[in-house]
C-alpha cells in the first residue's frame, strides 16, 4: 500500500505519529515557534538528548538541510526529528537546502523504521520562507522522494498552524 499524504491544521506537539519533525536551529539548543512548542511539551529528555549530539558528532551543530533524531520525550511519539531549515534569502535560491530538510528527514526516519511521519511548514515562521514556495516545494520533494519508496511510510502529515499555511498546503497538494 502505498504512502497517504495528508495535511492537518492543528499543533504539531499534539500529532500521535512515530516520529516528529522538528524546525529546529543548528545549535540544536531550543527556540520558538515549532522549536519552542517540542520543547516545552516533549520535556527535558529531549533537550538532554540534544546536547549529547552537541557533545559528540554535532560538536559544531547541526549543519542547514540536515536532519538528526532524538528521543520524543512526553509527545505522543517515538521521536523528533531535529532538520534546520534555511533562513529566505531573496538574493540566493537556498531551495535544495530547504528541499534537503524534507529528504534527510524522511531518510532518518526510515532508518529509525518510522512509519508515520509529521512535518510542520519549515522555514516558514522566523526563517521567513514565503508560504506559497514552501508548500510547493515541501510537497514536491515529499512526493519524489516516495516515489522511488512508494511503500516506505503509511503516512506523510503536513501540520500547519493557521488558514494561510493551510491554503497554501491545499494548493500545493491539488498539483499534480
Ligand atoms: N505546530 C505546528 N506548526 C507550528 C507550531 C506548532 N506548535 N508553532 C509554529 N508553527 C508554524 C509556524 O506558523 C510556521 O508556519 O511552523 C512554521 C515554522 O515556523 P518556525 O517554528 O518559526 O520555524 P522556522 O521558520 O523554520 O524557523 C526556525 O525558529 O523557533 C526558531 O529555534 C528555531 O531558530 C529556529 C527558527
Given amino acids: 500500500m502505498s504512502t497517504t499524504l495528508t495535511l492537518i491544521q492543528g499543533d504539531i506537539t ?24 517540542i520543547h516545552r511539551r516533549g520535556g527535558p529528555d529531549i533537550l538532554d538528548a540534544c546536547r549529547a549530539l552537541r ?20 509527545l505522543p511519539a517515538r521521536w523528533v526529528i531535529h532538520t534546520v531549515g534555511p533562513v529566505h534569502s531573496s538574493t540566493e535560491d ?8 524534507y529528504t534527510e528527514s524522511l531518510r532518518a526516519a526510515a532508518q529509525l523504521g518510522a512509519r508515520t511521519v509529521a512535518f510542520p511548514a519549515i522555514s516558514t515562521g522566523v526563517y521567513r520562507w514565503p508560504l506559497a514556495d514552501a508548500a510547493r516545494t515541501a510537497v514536491a520533494t515529499v512526493r519524489a522522494a516516495l516515489a522511488t519508496t512508494p511503500d516506505a511510510f503509511d503516512e506523510i502529515r503536513f501540520v500547519v498552524f493557521d488558514d494561510r499555511a493551510r491554503t497554501a498546503y491545499e494548493a500545493a497538494l491539488a498539483e499534480d
Avoid at 499534539?14 to 512548542?37: F, I, M, P, R
Avoid at 557533545?55 to 512526553?74: D, E, I, K, W
Fill in 14 to 37: 499534539e500529532q500521535t505519529v512515530d516520529a516528529v519533525v522538528n524546525a529546529a536551529n543548528s545549535s540544536l539548543l531550543g527556540g520558538g515557534g515549532v522549536d519552542g512548542a
Fill in 55 to 74: 557533545a559528540g558528532h554535532y560538536g559544531r551543530g547541526l549543519p542547514t538541510g540536515q536532519a538528526v533524531a532524538t528521543t520524543a520525550g512526553r
Fill in 94 to 101: 537556498r531551495s535544495a537546502l530547504l528541499a534537503s530538510c
